[in-house]
Protein backbone atom coordinates (compact mmCIF):
# COMPACT_ATOMS: atom_id res chain seq x y z
CA UNK A 1 0.00 0.00 0.00
CA UNK A 2 2.73 1.89 0.82
CA UNK A 3 4.47 2.16 -2.20
CA UNK A 4 1.41 2.47 -4.50
CA UNK A 5 0.94 5.60 -2.27
CA UNK A 6 4.84 6.34 -3.11
CA UNK A 7 4.26 6.07 -6.73
CA UNK A 8 1.10 7.72 -6.93
CA UNK A 9 2.74 10.70 -4.78
CA UNK A 10 5.57 10.30 -7.42
CA UNK A 11 3.30 10.80 -10.74
CA UNK A 12 1.50 13.85 -9.33
CA UNK A 13 4.67 15.81 -8.69
CA UNK A 14 5.96 14.52 -11.70
CA UNK A 15 9.41 13.26 -10.11
CA UNK A 16 8.82 9.64 -10.97
CA UNK A 17 9.96 9.72 -14.83
CA UNK A 18 12.77 11.87 -13.64
CA UNK A 19 14.13 9.26 -10.89
CA UNK A 20 17.31 7.42 -12.09
CA UNK A 21 16.18 3.97 -11.26
CA UNK A 22 12.69 4.35 -13.37
CA UNK A 23 15.24 5.92 -16.35
CA UNK A 24 17.37 2.90 -16.03
CA UNK A 25 14.49 0.42 -15.90
CA UNK A 26 12.26 1.86 -18.71
CA UNK A 27 15.44 2.55 -20.87
CA UNK A 28 16.69 -1.54 -20.50
CA UNK A 29 13.11 -3.37 -21.05
CA UNK A 30 12.47 -0.99 -24.03
CA UNK A 31 16.31 -1.41 -26.00
CA UNK A 32 15.27 -5.20 -24.94
CA UNK A 33 11.73 -5.52 -26.43
CA UNK A 34 13.19 -3.72 -29.96
CA UNK A 35 16.17 -6.03 -30.26
CA UNK A 36 13.28 -8.95 -30.32
CA UNK A 37 12.32 -6.92 -33.46
CA UNK A 38 14.72 -5.61 -34.80
CA UNK A 39 18.47 -7.77 -33.87
CA UNK A 40 20.46 -4.13 -34.91
CA UNK A 41 18.06 -1.72 -33.00
CA UNK A 42 20.89 0.22 -31.27
CA UNK A 43 21.36 2.18 -27.70
CA UNK A 44 20.83 5.97 -29.41
CA UNK A 45 17.84 4.61 -31.33
CA UNK A 46 16.30 3.23 -27.81
CA UNK A 47 17.51 7.10 -26.13
CA UNK A 48 15.37 8.30 -28.89
CA UNK A 49 12.39 6.41 -27.58
CA UNK A 50 12.77 7.22 -24.12
CA UNK A 51 12.69 11.20 -25.41
CA UNK A 52 9.73 10.51 -26.95
CA UNK A 53 7.75 8.46 -24.10
CA UNK A 54 8.88 11.43 -22.24
CA UNK A 55 7.21 13.95 -23.62
CA UNK A 56 4.41 12.08 -25.50
CA UNK A 57 3.46 9.29 -22.45
CA UNK A 58 4.78 10.89 -19.33
CA UNK A 59 4.07 15.10 -20.04
CA UNK A 60 0.97 13.78 -21.68
CA UNK A 61 -0.46 11.88 -18.93
CA UNK A 62 0.28 13.87 -15.86
CA UNK A 63 -1.08 17.40 -17.70
CA UNK A 64 -4.15 15.11 -19.07
CA UNK A 65 -4.48 14.18 -15.53
CA UNK A 66 -3.90 17.93 -13.53
CA UNK A 67 -6.19 19.09 -16.12
CA UNK A 68 -9.12 16.08 -16.00
CA UNK A 69 -9.44 15.96 -12.04
CA UNK A 70 -10.30 19.65 -11.44
CA UNK A 71 -12.94 18.79 -13.66
CA UNK A 72 -14.30 16.11 -12.66
CA UNK A 73 -14.13 17.39 -8.40
CA UNK A 74 -16.03 20.53 -10.02
CA UNK A 75 -19.13 18.55 -11.83
CA UNK A 76 -19.24 16.17 -9.04
CA UNK A 77 -19.74 18.53 -6.31
CA UNK A 78 -21.85 21.51 -8.64
CA UNK A 79 -24.34 20.22 -10.61
CA UNK A 80 -25.51 23.13 -12.45
CA UNK A 81 -22.43 22.71 -13.97
CA UNK A 82 -22.59 24.20 -17.43
CA UNK A 83 -20.58 23.49 -20.44
CA UNK A 84 -20.10 27.00 -21.30
CA UNK A 85 -17.70 26.38 -18.58
CA UNK A 86 -15.45 24.36 -20.85
CA UNK A 87 -13.98 27.35 -22.79
CA UNK A 88 -12.92 28.50 -19.45
CA UNK A 89 -11.42 25.26 -18.51
CA UNK A 90 -9.51 24.83 -22.22
CA UNK A 91 -8.21 28.80 -21.82
CA UNK A 92 -7.11 28.11 -18.19
CA UNK A 93 -5.82 24.15 -19.45
CA UNK A 94 -3.90 26.62 -22.54
CA UNK A 95 -2.19 28.91 -19.63
CA UNK A 96 -1.67 25.97 -16.95
CA UNK A 97 0.77 24.12 -19.80
CA UNK A 98 2.34 26.48 -20.49
CA UNK A 99 3.49 27.17 -16.76
CA UNK A 100 4.26 23.81 -16.27
CA UNK A 101 6.30 23.35 -19.74
CA UNK A 102 8.03 26.86 -18.55
CA UNK A 103 8.57 25.52 -15.08
CA UNK A 104 8.25 21.83 -14.76
CA UNK A 105 8.83 19.76 -17.58
CA UNK A 106 11.23 21.66 -19.87
CA UNK A 107 13.72 22.01 -17.00
CA UNK A 108 12.74 18.71 -15.78
CA UNK A 109 13.82 17.29 -19.45
CA UNK A 110 17.18 19.33 -19.91
CA UNK A 111 18.36 19.36 -16.58
CA UNK A 112 17.36 15.78 -15.02
CA UNK A 113 15.96 13.35 -17.51
CA UNK A 114 18.84 13.63 -20.64
CA UNK A 115 22.01 14.22 -17.85
CA UNK A 116 20.13 10.66 -16.47
CA UNK A 117 19.50 9.31 -19.16
CA UNK A 118 22.45 9.48 -20.91
CA UNK A 119 23.86 8.19 -18.00
CA UNK A 120 21.57 4.92 -17.99
CA UNK A 121 22.84 4.82 -21.74
CA UNK A 122 26.50 4.42 -20.92
CA UNK A 123 25.68 2.39 -17.93
CA UNK A 124 23.74 -0.44 -20.40
CA UNK A 125 26.42 -0.38 -23.12
CA UNK A 126 28.92 -0.63 -20.29
CA UNK A 127 27.39 -3.96 -19.24
CA UNK A 128 26.75 -4.99 -22.63
CA UNK A 129 30.52 -5.03 -23.28
CA UNK A 130 31.37 -6.46 -20.14
CA UNK A 131 29.18 -9.50 -20.96
CA UNK A 132 30.63 -9.61 -24.47
CA UNK A 133 34.09 -9.86 -23.20
CA UNK A 134 33.05 -12.36 -20.10
CA UNK A 135 31.95 -14.45 -22.99
CA UNK A 136 35.19 -13.90 -24.90
CA UNK A 137 37.31 -15.08 -21.94
CA UNK A 138 35.31 -18.04 -21.39
CA UNK A 139 35.69 -18.86 -25.11
CA UNK A 140 38.10 -21.42 -26.14
CA UNK A 141 40.87 -19.67 -28.34
CA UNK A 142 41.17 -19.77 -31.88
CA UNK A 143 43.93 -22.52 -32.01
CA UNK A 144 41.82 -24.66 -29.29
CA UNK A 145 39.04 -24.69 -31.39
CA UNK A 146 40.96 -25.78 -34.55
CA UNK A 147 42.16 -28.88 -32.35
CA UNK A 148 38.96 -29.66 -31.10
CA UNK A 149 37.42 -30.04 -34.71
CA UNK A 150 40.82 -31.96 -35.17
CA UNK A 151 39.75 -33.93 -32.63
CA UNK A 152 36.70 -34.79 -33.72
CA UNK A 153 37.53 -35.13 -37.06
CA UNK A 154 39.41 -38.15 -36.90
CA UNK A 155 37.96 -39.80 -34.12
CA UNK A 156 34.86 -39.58 -36.46
CA UNK A 157 36.93 -40.93 -39.32
CA UNK A 158 35.42 -37.83 -41.17
CA UNK A 159 38.99 -37.43 -42.13
CA UNK A 160 38.26 -33.91 -43.99
CA UNK A 161 40.29 -31.43 -42.09
CA UNK A 162 42.34 -29.07 -44.65
CA UNK A 163 44.22 -26.35 -44.33
CA UNK A 164 41.87 -24.38 -47.33
CA UNK A 165 39.94 -21.28 -47.43
CA UNK A 166 36.66 -23.33 -48.05
CA UNK A 167 36.92 -25.82 -45.00
CA UNK A 168 38.04 -22.16 -42.96
CA UNK A 169 34.84 -20.71 -43.78
CA UNK A 170 33.01 -24.00 -42.45
CA UNK A 171 34.04 -23.16 -39.43
CA UNK A 172 33.79 -19.63 -39.21
CA UNK A 173 30.16 -21.03 -39.59
CA UNK A 174 30.54 -22.82 -36.65
CA UNK A 175 32.36 -21.20 -34.16
CA UNK A 176 32.26 -17.37 -35.59
CA UNK A 177 35.67 -16.26 -35.83
CA UNK A 178 38.18 -14.99 -38.03
CA UNK A 179 38.84 -16.71 -41.03
CA UNK A 180 42.24 -16.11 -41.69
CA UNK A 181 43.34 -17.16 -38.44
CA UNK A 182 41.48 -20.55 -38.61
CA UNK A 183 42.97 -21.14 -41.48
CA UNK A 184 46.61 -20.66 -40.32
CA UNK A 185 45.71 -22.56 -37.42
CA UNK A 186 44.40 -25.49 -39.90
CA UNK A 187 47.82 -25.39 -41.52
CA UNK A 188 49.71 -25.57 -38.41
CA UNK A 189 47.47 -28.49 -37.18
CA UNK A 190 48.18 -30.10 -41.12
CA UNK A 191 51.93 -29.41 -40.75
CA UNK A 192 51.85 -27.18 -43.50
CA UNK A 193 53.23 -23.63 -41.83
CA UNK A 194 56.73 -22.21 -42.76
CA UNK A 195 57.40 -20.77 -40.06
CA UNK A 196 58.07 -23.56 -37.39
CA UNK A 197 61.93 -23.17 -37.74
CA UNK A 198 61.69 -19.43 -36.79
CA UNK A 199 59.62 -19.64 -33.72
CA UNK A 200 60.67 -17.94 -30.38
CA UNK A 201 60.40 -19.75 -26.84
CA UNK A 202 57.56 -17.22 -26.63
CA UNK A 203 55.76 -18.78 -29.50
CA UNK A 204 56.34 -22.21 -28.33
CA UNK A 205 54.93 -21.64 -24.79
CA UNK A 206 51.65 -19.71 -26.42
CA UNK A 207 51.31 -23.10 -28.43
CA UNK A 208 51.64 -24.92 -25.56
CA UNK A 209 48.76 -22.85 -23.62
CA UNK A 210 46.77 -23.38 -26.61
CA UNK A 211 46.64 -26.98 -26.38
CA UNK A 212 46.40 -26.71 -22.45
CA UNK A 213 42.70 -25.06 -23.05
CA UNK A 214 41.96 -28.49 -25.49
CA UNK A 215 43.26 -30.25 -23.59
CA UNK A 216 41.06 -29.02 -20.60
CA UNK A 217 38.27 -29.35 -22.57
CA UNK A 218 38.16 -33.19 -23.47
CA UNK A 219 39.36 -33.65 -19.86
CA UNK A 220 36.05 -32.34 -18.82
CA UNK A 221 34.15 -34.11 -21.88
CA UNK A 222 35.65 -37.01 -20.09
CA UNK A 223 36.99 -37.97 -23.49
CA UNK A 224 40.43 -39.69 -23.02
CA UNK A 225 40.84 -40.36 -26.75
CA UNK A 226 40.83 -36.94 -27.41
CA UNK A 227 43.94 -35.90 -24.66
CA UNK A 228 45.98 -38.96 -26.35
CA UNK A 229 45.42 -37.47 -29.60
CA UNK A 230 46.18 -34.16 -28.83
CA UNK A 231 49.37 -35.36 -27.11
CA UNK A 232 50.44 -36.94 -30.20
CA UNK A 233 49.41 -33.69 -31.98
CA UNK A 234 51.68 -31.58 -29.73
CA UNK A 235 54.71 -33.96 -29.65
CA UNK A 236 54.65 -33.60 -33.41
CA UNK A 237 54.32 -29.56 -33.78
CA UNK A 238 56.58 -28.82 -30.87
CA UNK A 239 58.83 -31.39 -32.14
CA UNK A 240 62.77 -29.34 -33.13
Known amino acids: MKDKVKHWRSFMTFDLPLESSYISTVFAATHAQHQIEIPQWSTNATRQKMIAQYWFSNVFQHFLWMLLF ?9 RNFSPGYLVVILLAGIFSFLVLLLFNYWPGFSSHFLPKLETAKESYERKQLEHLE ?66 TDRKRTEIENRFGEAYQFFEELHFPAGVQLLKDLEAKILRK
Not at 172 to 194: A, F, P, Q, T, W
Open 134 to 199: KCRQLQLSNLALALVIYVFDKTSSINSLQPSEQYAGLLVKLYGVDRGSLKGNLELIMGHSSQRKNW
Open 70 to 78: PVLLTSLLY
